[in-house]
């Protein structure tokens, strides 16, 4: 579960900043198209892994989720503090 997490998060960020690379004022788009992604490809691995395992449902989709929406967080917090970081120059 976590290595999936690890691996969307990842190619998300080589996808944002290959785009970044080519055109900067893609960035944005290119990261709610990846948040995007990464949220329906989390959603799929949940239901192919509740399909293939059989978990105790609600304890794996709430710990998933409580994975995926600090990890998000996280990644919001980022964000916000790199762009007030260049608002203010």
């Known amino acids: 579960m976590y290595s999936f997490v690890t691996g969307v998060t990842f190619l998300a960020l080589l996808a944002v ?7 900067s004022e893609m960035y944005a788009q290119a990261f709610l ?5 990464k ?3 989390s959603l799929f ?3 192919i892994f509740i399909k293939k395992m059989h ?3 609600v304890y794996f989709v709430a710990g998933f989720m409580y994975l995926y929406f600090l ?3 996280f990644e ?3 964000l916000l503090r790199n762009l007030r970081n260049q608002n203010s120059r």
């Not at 900043?17 to 055109?23: D, E, F, G, T």
């Not at 198209?33 to 992604?37: H, K, R």
């Open 76 to 78: 919001i917090y980022c």
């Open 17 to 23: 900043l290959a785009i970044q690379r080519v055109s």
């Open 45 to 47: 691995f949940v239901l």
């Open 71 to 73: 990890n998000m967080g």
């Open 33 to 37: 198209g990846a948040t995007t992604f």
């Open 39 to 41: 949220l329906l490809a």
């Open 55 to 57: 978990p105790d449902k």
